[in-house]
């Protein structure tokens, strides 16, 4: 597994899961450097697949709030929609790739985007096409660009959800062993690997003093980690997975705290996150959880081979015409509004892996895989991949996003493509080929 290395991070690879060792990076205080190509390359095509913006829980169980004596905050929209704000902050990294890509030579720095050149597909959930709709305010405003996605809204689109639309399915068998294999140690344990952020889980939440905790432990050192054993939890024959425990809840409850903060709330998580080492270690529960849901190779080949087929082919001149209506080589720019589970299994696909300074969520609301095409002075077609994102700052005080005070860059290198650049631009025709070997037959769409 290849680990881009990030200037003052240590970094460690236990039991399959990337943990960050130190904190080191300032939420307040990051500062980036939009890295010019190497000279010689041309910006031909970009496809971002972008995990929509700030939203609400997409749940509220009893569970949720018995675990905790606190009430939890209001939000302005129903259950799992974009909310305002995470529009406008989507379309403030609309704003940052217009600029980008204008001075890419791939946009036009004068008036709209020519016709077709933009091309946006997103999911059919109201906050996977509010935010294409608000990346198309930052990046063509009032240009009258539209979003596509699939007629039907009551139907899963099978492109972000091959498995739960019944395109493909999972062996639970298979499941089981890819997950202990990804691992690497028995899932039952896995409370003892992350006791410090349990801990700190435990004390956020005010667990001692719960509902949970009156009802089933009398005792007043009722502990999350002891109370709520973690275990793997495979049903629907293989085809739905999911960490049961307090590794999987404390997942869900970091990244709403996450969102919380990013909303602007005046106290996230009822005030009792103090630091940025605080963010980083509730979060290494919810990229534990994501490493092991999401990337778990067989897991994410099963619900990735869509998507991965469908950026391959945008990337590649000479590939099929695409399942998606209008997709041509006149697009310039593809935007794919999903989800972070849907990036989570294209880093699975490709082996990457990355931690992002000054963002504890490595797949937070609006952050994006970014894959460019270049061509050299001899014609040679390159794939580069970047993972771009607002740091929990950015999200925070909603900063405009400037060449000069650009989004946050972690340049990637794909596993397996040998003969990549020093630059990591892997050559076209590589690429393709690690998709082919990657994707799950089953699975494509047809």
Known sequence: MTISVLKGKNFSLRNGILLALTATSDFSSMAYADVAPPPGYQLEKVVILSRHGVRSP??????????????????????????????????????????????RSILSKEGCPAQGSVYVWADVDQRTR?????????????????????????????????????????????VQQAVEKQVGVPVDTLNQQFLPSLALMNTVLDFPKSAYCQQHHT???????????????ITDNGNKVALEGAVGLSSTLAEIFLLEQSQGMPQPAWGN??????????????NAQFNLMSRTPYIAKHNGTPLLQTIANALDPNAAA???????????????????????NISGMLDMSWTLPGQPDNTPPGGALVFERWSDKAGKQFVSVNMM?????????????????PAGRVQLKIPGCNDQTAEGYCP?????HLVSQRTEQACQLR
């Open 273 to 286: 996150i103090h630091s940025e080492q605080e963010w980083t270690s509730l979060l290494k529960l919810h």
């Open 322 to 344: 695409s399942k998606m209506p209008e997709i041509s080589p006149d697009n310039k720019i593809l935007f794919i509004a999903g989800h972070d589970t849907n990036i989570a």
């Open 219 to 233: 005792d007043k050192s009722c502990d999350l980690a002891q109370a709520m054993p973690t275990r793997l939890s």
């Open 130 to 174: 509010k935010t294409g709709e608000a990346f198309l305010a930052g990046i063509a405003p009032e240009c009258g660009v539209v979003i596509h996605h699939q007629q039907n809204l009551k139907q899963v689109d099978p492109l972000f959800h091959p498995v739960k639309a019944g395109v493909c399915s999972m062996d639970k068998g298979q």
């Open 58 to 103: 997409t749940k509220m169980t009893q569970t949720m709030r018995d675990v905790t004596p606190e009430v939890w905050p209001e939000w302005p929209v129903k259950l799992g929609y974009l909310t305002p704000r995470g529009e406008h902050l989507i379309s403030l990294m609309g704003g940052f790739y217009r600029l980008k890509y204008q001075q």
């Open 428 to 432: 076209l025709q590589t690429f393709t």
């Open 389 to 405: 994102y607002q740091t929990l700052a950015q999200l925070r005080e909603q900063t405009p996003l400037t060449l000069k005070e």
